[in-house]
């Protein structure tokens, strides 16, 4: 124990202190960066031809949240017909997402599911009042400037799945075809827009939870940040 504990000592002189990487559940919401940022949309049924009374307008907005090594994305929806605010996790044990969203009446839903090989969130919630399955799918196209998402659900014993709505929206700020250079947030890696500086030096993070991460511990997430830089 005694020649472990000097061993211990002599690494942590020699090689400086072990700073522990991301966690599994930060890595998991990696993949979902785009999703990062104020979107402006507009919502409309997927049956028929929609008229004017039936389009509706939102604001959505994602960030991070940290708590100690808990990492998971927040989202909000301004003016929401559906959905009012959501929490998006990665279970580890389970490698599935789960997003527990609070709709129009305040009521809870939880979907749960997977990242898919074409980087489509697709998640399900099961109403056990209504006996049916509803389907939620997220993605971001247009190079990370459109995010859209949208539902559709299938009757217990049924095959066949029921178009609902689709949200198209556009990142704030983003003319389509007028593309700039990415700057990487120093926590996340993602689109980086808001300046935090350290000892003179300045970098970029996504939201204010990564400028509040950041904050809080800017040594550890600018020797992380430095290490995927190398590894690029």
């Known amino acids: 124990m005694k020649c472990f504990l000097i061993a211990n000592l002599l690494l ?17 919401l990696q993949p979902l960066n785009d999703f990062i940022g104020s979107w402006k949309g507009n919502g409309a049924p997927s049956k028929g031809k929609p008229g004017d009374s039936d389009l509706w307008k939102e604001n959505i907005t994602w960030g991070w949240k940290f708590k100690g090594d808990d990492a998971s994305l927040v989202v909000t929806f301004g003016d929401g017909k559906y959905f009012k605010s959501g929490e998006l996790r ?36 099961k109403d056990e009042e209504k006996k049916l399955t509803q389907q939620l799918s997220m993605k971001t196209v ?44 120093v926590v996340s890696g993602g689109k980086g827009t808001i300046p935090v500086t350290y000892k003179g030096e300045t970098f970029y993070v996504c939201c204010s939870g990564c400028r509040d991460a950041f904050n809080e511990n800017p040594e550890k997430y600018i020797k992380e940040y430095r290490a995927r830089k190398k590894q690029q």
């Open 142 to 185: 247009a190079e990370g400037d459109r995010f859209i998402y949208a539902t559709k659900n299938k009757k217990d014993g049924s095959t066949i799945w029921i178009a609902d709505f689709e949200v198209g929206c556009t990142r704030e700020g983003v003319t389509l075809g007028a593309k700039e250079k990415k700057i990487e947030c």
């Open 12 to 28: 942590v002189i020699l090689c400086g202190p072990i700073v522990a990487g991301p966690s599994k559940e930060k890595e998991a």
């Open 90 to 125: 990665y279970l580890a044990a389970d490698k599935k997402y789960q997003l527990t969203l609070k709709d129009a009446a305040d009521k809870e839903q939880v979907f749960t599911g997977e990242l898919n090989k074409d980087n489509i969130l697709v998640l399900e919630h």
